[in-house]
C-alpha cells in the first residue's frame, strides 16, 4: 500500500463506498498499491444546487477520508447548453463550501483528440462502425426485450467507417446524417448495450475548442475515457449511472487507456418543497419569477450562501443524510435544522426592529444617554461584548404594544410592566394614536432602581422585549423568505403552477443597532425573538443595510423523526 494512503485500521467508514474501498485497497484488491483519487465532473450548463452538495460531499469526503485526491472535472461535451459563467460559478461554489482540488482542473474538451483516437482504435477492432439510422429510425428499430434491435450499417467494413468517420470529423456531413455506434449486442436485456451511439455531428462552436471539432463523443462514451485518461480509482455516480456501468467497463476494457476506474452508485439527494432540475431552475430564472441563480430562495449553492447559509450547515446537511442505494426525500427542515444549529453557536445576538414604532420613557431624563455593555454571543464567551446605548426615545416592534390586550398577553398595555432587554423594567402609560385610530407613539416610565432589569424589591416581570436606541438606530431593509411552491412535491405536474407569489415579503422601514453599520456582507446575525439573519451579499451597503431572513428561530424539525 502506498506511503500516502492511511492505515486501514484509521479509516472511520461511513458508508458502503468506503467499504467497497477498504476492501480494494487490501491485498489482491482492484486498488491495491494506489491512492484513492476520485473526481466531481458537473456539467457547466447551470449553477451548482444542494443536490450537488451531496455530490460534492461524496467525491470529495471519499477521498479526503482516505488521504487521497480528488479532480475537478467540467464534463463540456455539449457545445449547445455550457457557458464559461457557469464554470466560474461552480469552482467558486466548491471552494465556498470547503474543498480543493489543487492544480486538478480539467475539461472533457482536453481528452477530446484521445477520445477520437479511441474511437479509431474501436473501429480498427470491429467494434464500432458509423450508421447512417435517423434518430426516429433507430428508435423505431430498437427492439423490445424480446425482439433485438437491428441496423443495416453494423456489417459495414471497418475501412469504410474509418474513411466515413474521418469525414464526419472534416466536416463533410450534416447534424443528424450520421453517428458512430459502438459494436456490442443487439440482443442485449440492457438496451444500453443495444450498440450505442458514441459520436454525433454538431457544427456548433464550442466554448473551449472553438470550431476545431463538428463531432462530439456522448457522455457514456465521454465519462469512462476521461476517468481513466486521469487514472481515477473510484468513479463515484448518481443511482441513474447504474444500467450504464456496464458500457463504461465495455469501453474502460477494449480501448487502450492509462486507468481502469471503478464506477459506484449511490442515490441522489431528493428535497421537498423545491425543484433541483437545472431546467427548471432555469426556467424560474429567465420567466422573472426569481432575481436570478442567487435569489435566496433557490436551492442552488449561490442562492443558499446568499441567503445565509454556511458550509458548515451544508456539509453537516449533506453528511448526515448518508450515502444509500436507494433514493429518498429529506424534509426541507432538516436543512435549516442544520443552518440553525450551526448559527446557534456561531452568530452574534443583535437587536432588530422590523415592524418599528416609537416608544417614550416620560420619566427617563431628556438628553441622556447611557451606554451598556452585550455579551455578544452566550453560546461563546470569547467572542467578548460590545456596547449599546440607551435613551429616552427607543423603538420596539408594534406587536410589543396592545391597548386592550387578549389573554395570556404579557407585553406592553397600560398598567403592565416589561423588561427592556439587558436595561431596565418599564411600566406602559399610555399611548398616542394619529386621525385613523393607528397607535404612533408608546408611553412609559422606567424604574431607575431595575438597572440591567432586575427590580430591586425581587418582583416579577413576566416579559422581555428588544428594542433599539431611537438617537442611533440605522434605518434596514429586512428580507423575509418563504417556500417557493406552496407544495411540498412540486414535481407532480407543471411546478409553475406551484409558485407562491408571497414567497418574499419587504420591509422597508426597520431599525437595527447602530454597530451594524460595520457589518460585511454575508455577515450572519441572531436578531432577538426575529431569527437569524444575513448581511445581503449584493445590496447591502454601509448606507443601504439589506438583511435577508436565513432561518427561523422556532424548530419544526425533531432529529431522528
Known sequence: ???????????????????????????????????????????????????????????????????????????????????????????????????????????????????????????????????????????????????????????????????????????????????????????????????????????????????????????????????????????????????????????????????????????????????????????????????????????????????????????NFSERNGVSKVNSTVEYAFLEYCLREDLNTNAYRVMGVLDPIKLIITNYPEGKTEEFEVENNPNKPEDGTRTVTFSRELWIESEDFMEEPVKKYFRLFPGNEVRLKTTYIVKCTGCKKDESGKVIEVYAEYDENSRGGNAADGRKVKSTIHWVDANNALDATIRLYDNLFTVENPEEGNFLDYINHDSLQELTNCKVEAGLKEAKQGESFQFMRQGYFCVDNKDSKPDHLVFNRSVKLKDGFKPGT
Open 1 to 315: 500500500m502506498s506511503e500516502e494512503l492511511k492505515g486501514l485500521e484509521e479509516i472511520k467508514t461511513t458508508s458502503f463506498i468506503d467499504d467497497i474501498i477498504v476492501e480494494e485497497l487490501k491485498d489482491g484488491g482492484r486498488c491495491e498499491g494506489k491512492q484513492v483519487h476520485t473526481r466531481f465532473p458537473p456539467e457547466p450548463n447551470g449553477y451548482l444546487h444542494i443536490g450537488h452538495a451531496k455530490a460534492i460531499y461524496v467525491d470529495f469526503g471519499t477521498a479526503e477520508r482516505f488521504g487521497g485526491i480528488c479532480n475537478l472535472r467540467m464534463d463540456d461535451t455539449n457545445p449547445t447548453k455550457e457557458d464559461v459563467e457557469y464554470v466560474d460559478a461552480i469552482q467558486e461554489d466548491i471552494k465556498w463550501l470547503g474543498y480543493n482540488w489543487d492544480d486538478r482542473f480539467y475539461y472533457a474538451s482536453d481528452y477530446f483528440e484521445a477520445m477520437y483516437e479511441g474511437a479509431i482504435e474501436l473501429i480498427e477492432k470491429g467494434l464500432a462502425y458509423v450508421c447512417e439510422l435517423t434518430p426516429d429510425q433507430m428508435r423505431e428499430m430498437r427492439g423490445d426485450l424480446s425482439t433485438p434491435a437491428t441496423s443495416p450499417y453494423r456489417d459495414r467494413p471497418k475501412e469504410e467507417s474509418l474513411n466515413l468517420f474521418k469525414r464526419m470529423r472534416d466536416g463533410e456531413f450534416e447534424n443528424g446524417k450520421m453517428t458512430l455506434r459502438a459494436k456490442i449486442d443487439l440482443a442485449s436485456g440492457n438496451f444500453n448495450m443495444r450498440d450505442p451511439v458514441i459520436y454525433r455531428i454538431n457544427h456548433m462552436k464550442h466554448h473551449r475548442t472553438g470550431d476545431k471539432w463538428c463531432i462530439y463523443p456522448m457522455y457514456d462514451y465521454a465519462h469512462p475515457f476521461e476517468d481513466a485518461m486521469e487514472k481515477i480509482t473510484h468513479s463515484l455516480c448518481s443511482l441513474e449511472f447504474e444500467d450504464h456501468r456496464p458500457f463504461y467497463d465495455w469501453v474502460i476494457q477494449n480501448v487502450t487507456l492509462p486507468g481502469k476506474p471503478r464506477q459506484i452508485e449511490f442515490a441522489r439527494l431528493g428535497i421537498n418543497n423545491t425543484v433541483m432540475s437545472k431546467r427548471k431552475l432555469r426556467a424560474l430564472v429567465e420567466d422573472g419569477l426569481v432575481s436570478g441563480w442567487d435569489d435566496p430562495r433557490m436551492p442552488t449553492i449561490c442562492g443558499l450562501r446568499r441567503r445565509g447559509y454556511t458550509p458548515t450547515s451544508i456539509r
